[in-house]
C-alpha cells in the first residue's frame, strides 16, 4: 500500500479532508497520512481508539513514535495523558489499551538501526526553551544523528526568515493558525516538506502550537525498506 509515499513530494492534509478507515482491531481506526507497505509499514497515521479499545501483546520491530492527543492511553507501564510524547524503540514489547478513548499521532518503522533509547516526556511538565527568534518557544522532545523532534510554540504575529529544511521536515499543527507563503494550516492540519525545501512561516493573531520533526527524510531508517519494496 502507498499513500503520500514519494517523498519529494509536499503533502498537505486539512482536519476536514481526514477519512478514518478501520483497522483490523476492533474499536481502532486510523486516518493514514503517509505510508508505504501493507499491514507492517512504514507509516504515519492518526489513531483512534474507541472506549474500552486495546491491542493484545506486541512487538515493535521497527520502532514506534506517539503523541497523545486526547485522550488517556495505556499500557503495562503506565497511563499517558494529552501531550505525552513516547518512543518504544525496535523490539520493544508493549499491551496498549484505553478506558475512555484516546486519539494519538503515531509513526511507525522510522527509528534508525542504532537508536534504542526508550523515551517518555510529559509535555505539560517539561520547561520552554527560547526558540531562535523572538515570539518562539521550542521543547525539544528527541534527537539522534540530525533528526530531530520537537514542540514549537509561536507567539501572535511571529516571523521566522526563509530557510531550507535539507533533510525534510514534517508538521502538524496542535493549536491556533499556522502560515507560511503557501497557506494556512489550522489545528489538525498535517504538512510534509520534501528535501531542500524552503519556507517562511508566521502566524497571525491567533499564534499556533505545532509538533515539527526535521532531517527525517533522509535519514537511512529502518521503513526505508517498505519504501523500496513498493516503489
Known sequence: MQINSDFNQRVVILPEQYQFIDSPLRGVSRMMLDRAGAEVARATSIVRYAPGAG?????HDGG??????????????????????????????????????CTLLV???????????HLMVDTQQTQWQPG?????SVMPLHEHNG?????????????????????????????????????????????????????????????ALIYVKV????????????IQQES
Request: proline letters at 7%; one cysteine or more.
Open 107 to 117: 509513526k511507525l518503522w522510522q527509528f534508525a538501526a542504532d537508536d534504542h533509547a
Open 55 to 59: 491491542y493484545s501483546g506486541h512487538t
Open 147 to 207: 533528526v530531530n523532534t520537537a514542540l514549537v510554540r509561536w507567539a501572535p504575529h511571529t516571523q521566522f526568515s526563509a530557510h531550507v529544511h535539507v533533510g525534510g521536515e514534517e508538521i502538524l499543527v496542535l493549536e491556533g493558525l499556522f502560515c507560511d507563503e503557501f497557506g494556512e494550516y489550522p489545528a489538525g492540519t498535517w504538512l510534509r516538506n520534501p528535501r531542500y525545501s524552503q519556507h517562511a512561516p508566521f502566524t497571525g493573531k491567533e499564534g
Open 132 to 136: 531562535l527568534v523572538s515570539g518562539l
Open 215 to 226: 532531517g527525517h527524510l533522509d535519514a537511512g531508517l529502518l521503513g526505508d525498506r517498505f
Open 64 to 101: 514506534e513514535e506517539i503523541l497523545v492527543l486526547e485522550g488517556i492511553l495505556s499500557d503495562e507501564h503506565g497511563d499517558y495523558p494529552p501531550g505525552t510524547y513516547l518512543r518504544n524503540p525496535p523490539s520493544s514489547h508493549h499491551q496498549p489499551y484505553t478506558l475512555a478513548g
